[in-house]
């Protein structure tokens, strides 16, 4: 059995938990949120997670954090943090620590997830018989995070940083939009928090307004039905979501199932499998029949980056006990 400190370290939130790896299993108990602003770094966040925690830590740790890992370690894009895991170590006494990309994290934990905690978004009910067991996982959140799992192996990226391709004529127009404030587009400016609040303000300035909403006004307007402008943004982003996914489909020929997670879709699942994610997913031109197979789901489990992220340490340590 192996214990250890994990967290999900992200542009906006550090979540917290502990954690028990016995048998190839991950539980996670005592799990706590806090937000990033309020500490300048991460040790400080972790100092008061400790603290509540009312005994000593484990001898291991474990973090999925939203950015390429690099020599173990990490500079957010998202977020002022910088920290390597020689320093964590050296600051609490740990004897392991390991770092790990959030996605990638999200891959590794992928076959642990059981049928309850996924809800079907379009396509079939579950990938054909002798399809590549090679699944994709994408998600909106402060930004945009993407991995794949090939067998058993997770793959690392920064699929959000691609650049975006419009698909008719309004993606077009928001791109010439975008442009001019952020000069290279990339997926992750469109499919985020930020995306979803900049998509609003194209299309209020297409109505001839000018407003800048918060994500959180933009879907809650959406959602209950009480503006328009909110409504075609929330509409755009659960398209492009699904153009891109399809376009992962593609690119890792992830015929055992593309994945949504992080936090952004499963608050708004009915709205996601009314729109058009399914329809701009399997939209891929002379490649349509490749991608029509393939399903796509919602990932309904919060807790999937910091469960991903022990079984990487679990790996890294020697091995399943």
């Keep these: ?22 048998s190839g299993r991950v539980s996670l108990a005592q799990i706590k949120t806090l937000r990033c602003a309020d500490f300048p770094n991460l040790a400080q966040a972790l100092q008061q997670y400790a603290q509540g925690l009312g005994q000593d830590l ?39 620590v390991r770092l790990v990309n959030d996605f990638t994290a999200n891959a590794m ?6 049928g309850e905690e996924l809800a079907i978004l ?14 994709a996982i994408c998600g909106p959140g402060t930004g945009f995070g993407v991995s794949a799992l090939v067998g058993d192996y997770a793959v690392q990226g ?23 404030l952020y000069g290279r587009v990339s997926v992750e400016r469109l499919l985020s928090g930020p995306g979803l609040a900049d998509m609003d303000a194209f299309f ?11 994500p959180e006004e933009v879907t809650r307007r959406a959602l209950d039905g009480s503006d328009s402008i909110a409504l075609l943004a929330l509409e755009r982003f659960c398209a492009v979501l699904g153009a891109v996914s399809g376009d992962l489909a593609l690119l890792y020929g992830a015929e055992s199932g593309v994945f949504i997670a992080g936090g952004i879709a499963p608050n ?37 980056a910091m469960v991903g992220c022990a079984a990487a340490l679990m790996a890294h340590e020697g091995g399943k006990p």
């Design 122 to 135: 379009g396509g079939p009910d579950a990938a054909a018989a002798g399809a590549q067991p090679v699944r």
């Design 58 to 96: 484990p001898a291991s740790a474990a973090f999925a954090v939203a950015g390429p890992v690099r020599g173990q370690a990490i500079r957010f894009t998202n977020t002022g943090w910088a920290f390597s895991a020689q320093e964590i170590a050296k600051a609490f006494g740990f004897a392991h």
């Design 158 to 180: 920064e699929g959000g940083h691609s650049a975006f391709a419009p698909g008719d004529e309004i993606e077009d127009r928001l791109l010439a939009y975008l442009r001019p």
């Design 109 to 114: 934990a992928l076959p642990v997830l059981a």
């Design 268 to 304: 708004m699942l009915e709205f996601l499998k009314a729109s058009r994610f399914r329809a701009r997913f399997e939209d891929k031109g002379r490649l349509s029949y490749f991608v029509t197979p393939i399903p796509s789901y919602c990932v309904l489990r919060a807790d999937l």
């Design 204 to 214: 209020a300035q297409e109505a001839g307004s000018a407003r800048k909403l918060s």
């Design 1 to 22: 059995m192996i214990e250890a400190v994990v967290g999900d370290i992200g542009g906006t939130n550090a979540r917290f938990a502990s954690a028990r790896l016995e």
